[in-house]
């Protein structure tokens, strides 16, 4: 029997479509799905039959694993619990995307431990795990209604090139299917970038639509500074630790980020493109610094969830940091180590804004202790 196909741009309800797509996998069906990269072939992960039909359609061997995709960044610590700083990292920043992450799976509380045999089988055959957040909308509202993750394939036989339309699905697949969802060509139309990060490493497994060198600046360690309109404490605390760092590193200011750190400083109610209070570009050049070419942003929902560690000036700064993204919560804290407010020197002299600098400098002196630098993230 041919499978139901499903053109999502003519349809007038959309959550028929996912609740449809949804009851197929649930009876066990391969169902195909678009993503942003190439059509997908999916099942249940849950159901060891359904992944078994994929592996039969796909002809596929277990020296290459079907990927897991689930819901969001923070299930993947539920298949690899004691996942490291570098991979949860890249996992905030390129999901929902087309990047795979490929990591170990072996810590006895992953949830792969509970899936069937021979799904463990098709997913992770020597303790590694390829784990995906697809990024497109039908995809991701499969997942969140679905009971488990779905293992996933790209949509084609082996040796044959990926399937970005619906029609080549159904040419290469046909009966097989139990239903395809039609979204017209895939946005990039060539696969995922997979990446196997180990060891607090990286290593570029397949070339996909993320290049590297942007995956090298994904995987950098970010430290983020905050303060109210980005034109004085927060600048001159980004700066101060950009010199701080580059010393600590052994290497010039301008070369932090090959050396997988990036430093910046925004504000929570900061307007776009101003420039550093003059105050504040005098007492920086009195240390050495140049803050002349700064210029002004405002907080941003990917600054807050790209950050590793957000550093405020104020209690009032985290708070509202806390209360707009509350996932940022356990990456955000007071830059002064006994809690207290850094005083803004907004309208004060020269002298208030060294002694705001100097402040700043000593608790820089503290928390970057608490850092964990990179190694040289790429092999």
Same mark, same amino acid.
């Given at each position: 029997?041919?499978?139901?196909?499903?053109?999502?741009?003519?349809?007038?309800?959309?959550?028929?479509?996912?609740?449809?797509?949804?009851?197929?996998?649930?009876?066990?069906?391969?169902?195909?799905?678009?993503?942003?990269?190439?059509?997908?072939?999916?099942?249940?992960?849950?159901?060891?039959?359904?992944?078994?039909?994929?592996?039969?359609?796909?002809?596929?061997?277990?020296?290459?694993?079907?990927?897991?995709?689930?819901?969001?960044?923070?299930?993947?610590?539920?298949?690899?619990?004691?996942?490291?700083?570098?991979?949860?990292?890249?996992?905030?920043?390129?999901?929902?995307?087309?990047?795979?992450?490929?990591?170990?799976?072996?810590?006895?509380?992953?949830?792969?431990?509970?899936?069937?045999?021979?799904?463990?089988?098709?997913?992770?055959?020597?303790?590694?795990?390829?784990?995906?957040?697809?990024?497109?909308?039908?995809?991701?509202?499969? $997942?969140?209604?679905? !009971? +488990?993750?779905? =293992?996933?394939? *790209?949509?084609?036989?082996? #040796? &044959?090139?990926?399937?970005?339309?619906?029609?080549?699905?159904?040419?290469?697949?046909?009966?097989?299917?139990?239903?395809?969802?039609?979204?017209?060509?895939?946005?990039?139309?060539?696969?995922?970038?997979?990446?196997?990060?180990?060891?607090?490493?990286?290593?570029?497994?397949?070339?996909?639509?993320?290049?590297?060198?942007?995956?090298?600046?994904?995987?950098?360690?970010?430290?983020?500074?905050?303060?109210?309109?980005?034109?004085?404490?927060?600048?001159?605390?980004?700066?101060?630790?950009?010199?701080?760092?580059?010393?600590?590193?052994?290497?010039?200011?301008?070369?932090?980020?090959?050396?997988?750190?990036?430093?910046?400083?925004?504000?929570?109610?900061?307007? $776009?493109?101003?420039? !550093? +209070?003059?105050? =504040?570009?005098? *007492?920086?050049?009195?240390? #050495? &610094?140049?803050?002349?070419?700064?210029?002004?942003?405002?907080?941003?929902?990917?600054?807050?969830?790209?950050?590793?560690?957000?550093?405020?000036?104020?209690?009032?700064?985290?708070?509202?940091?806390?209360?707009?993204?509350?996932?940022?919560?356990?990456?955000?804290?007071?830059?002064?180590?006994?809690?207290?407010?850094?005083?803004?020197?907004?309208?004060?002299?020269?002298?208030?804004?060294?002694?705001?600098?100097?402040?700043?400098?000593?608790?820089?002196?503290?928390?970057?202790?608490?850092?964990?630098?990179?190694?040289?993230?790429?092999?």
């Amino acid at each position: 029997m041919p499978p139901v196909v499903i053109d999502l741009r003519s349809t007038d309800d959309w959550r028929d479509v996912v609740h449809r797509a949804v009851q197929a996998l649930a009876e066990g069906g391969l169902v195909a799905l678009p993503t942003e990269t190439v059509y997908g072939l999916a099942a249940s992960a849950l159901d060891e039959q359904a992944v078994c039909r994929l592996t039969a359609a796909k002809d596929r061997t277990s020296s290459k694993p079907f990927t897991l995709a689930i819901k969001s960044a923070d299930e993947a610590r539920d298949y690899a619990p004691d996942l490291c700083p570098l991979a949860r990292r890249l996992a905030r920043r390129c999901w929902p995307g087309p990047v795979t992450l490929v990591v170990d799976d072996s810590h006895t509380d992953s949830l792969v431990r509970q899936l069937p045999p021979k799904v463990r089988e098709a997913v992770s055959p020597e303790q590694t795990i390829g784990l995906r957040v697809p990024g497109h909308q039908v995809v991701l509202d499969v $997942l969140r209604m679905l !009971a +488990g993750p779905l =293992a996933l394939s *790209s949509a084609n036989r082996g #040796g &044959l090139p990926e399937a970005v339309t619906a029609k080549e699905v159904i040419d290469c697949f046909g009966d097989e299917l139990a239903l395809v969802v039609d979204d017209g060509p895939c946005r990039f139309g060539q696969p995922s970038s997979v990446v196997r990060v180990a060891g607090g490493r990286c290593s570029l497994l397949r070339e996909g639509v993320v290049p590297e060198p942007t995956l090298r600046r994904l995987s950098c360690l970010m430290v983020l500074f905050v303060c109210t309109g980005n034109t004085c404490r927060s600048p001159m605390a980004e700066m101060l630790c950009r010199d701080m760092l580059a010393r600590r590193l052994n290497c010039p200011i301008e070369e932090l980020e090959d050396r997988g750190v990036l430093v910046a400083s925004a504000g929570i109610a900061a307007m $776009l493109g101003g420039g !550093a +209070g003059v105050e =504040a570009v005098r *007492s920086m050049s009195e240390m #050495g &610094l140049d803050l002349g070419g700064h210029e002004t942003q405002p907080l941003t929902e990917p600054l807050a969830r790209h950050a590793d560690a957000i550093y405020t000036m104020t209690r009032h700064h985290r708070e509202a940091i806390v209360t707009q993204w509350p996932s940022a919560a356990e990456r955000t804290q007071l830059l002064a180590i006994d809690g207290a407010d850094i005083a803004d020197p907004i309208g004060g002299s020269v002298e208030r804004y060294r002694q705001c600098a100097a402040k700043i400098q000593d608790e820089l002196k503290m928390r970057l202790t608490e850092l964990e630098l990179p190694d040289p993230n790429w092999k």
